[in-house]
């Protein structure tokens, strides 16, 4: 499997990026802007996708139920030279499912996901699951 995107420079405030009938804009002013994803978090998004991609995979094959996932990360980063050491995660599951069935499910995530895989080749990518307590809302509330 192939994956195309192409990344045109509209300005000095930003960047279009392109696949299939999706366009994001990028943050790829110097001086930054908040109405965009810059590269490093376009980097954790795909890592998140990646994982929530995975768990919509996998829910089926293992019977598991769940209401909903979130998943929260963080990266560090070296300035010289630049670079990402390493990222943390955090599946957020919603779900009545027991302790095993969790760990089960974060197991599956981990083993066969394409965009953590090859991350977790190039540096540390290390994280944890845990259910979603019921007077817990979601980050994004």
């Not at 001086?31 to 890592?47: C, K, M, T, V, Y």
């Amino acid at each position: 499997m192939d994956y195309r995107v192409t990344a045109q420079r509209i300005d000095a405030h930003g960047s279009l990026a392109r696949s299939k009938d999706a366009t994001l804009a990028l943050d790829t002013d110097v001086a930054g802007r908040r109405d965009a994803f810059n590269p490093a978090e376009l980097f954790l998004a795909a890592i998140a996708a990646c994982m929530i991609k995975g768990i919509d995979r996998v829910t089926p094959i293992l019977n598991f139920n769940l209401r909903g996932v979130e998943v929260v990360l963080t990266a560090v980063r070296q300035d010289s030279p630049p670079r990402i050491l390493r990222v943390d995660y955090e599946l957020i599951v919603d779900t009545d499912e027991d302790d095993a069935r969790l760990d089960l499910l974060h197991r599956n995530v981990r083993k066969h996901g394409t965009i953590s895989n090859t991350v977790a080749a190039a540096l540390v990518l290390e994280g944890v699951v845990r259910r979603r307590t019921p007077d817990a809302a979601p980050a994004n509330a």
